[in-house]
Nanobody, 120 residues
């Protein structure tokens, strides 16, 4: 069973940084794309970033280069470095897994989320 556990969320002032982690178990990590999604209150969930099993990365265009996704296959972990955070980045952030895909949709599992709150 695929298990994903997010960590690293918190409260930060605008302009600050956070690094989210997504620790995976119950899967052959190297074979999975991992994506980050977020959902703010009253809004639909949106895809933030995705990294394929072979390291190809994708980002929500509106992020304007502020976020960086990376993976450490030795640690079965994907990271999302978030810089220059803005109040509109406030949301629950989730990671999700997809087997051998260049498109992250969470077809193979979701984490429970970590809250990011950016104060102005």
């Amino acid at each position: 069973e695929v298990q994903l556990v997010e960590s690293g969320g918190g409260l930060v002032q605008a302009g600050g940084s956070l690094r989210l982690s997504c620790a995976a178990s119950g899967l052959t990590f190297d074979d999975y794309a991992i994506g980050w999604f977020r959902q703010a209150p009253g809004k639909e969930r949106e895809g933030v970033s995705c990294i394929s099993n072979d390291g190809v990365t994708y980002y929500l265009e509106s992020l304007e280069g502020r976020f960086t996704i990376s993976r450490d296959n030795a640690k079965n972990t994907v990271y999302l470095q978030m810089n220059n955070l803005k109040p509109e980045d406030t949301a629950e952030y989730y990671c999700a897994a997809d087997y051998m895909s260049y498109h992250c949709s969470g077809s193979d599992g979701w984490g429970q989320g970590t809250q990011v709150t950016v104060s102005s």
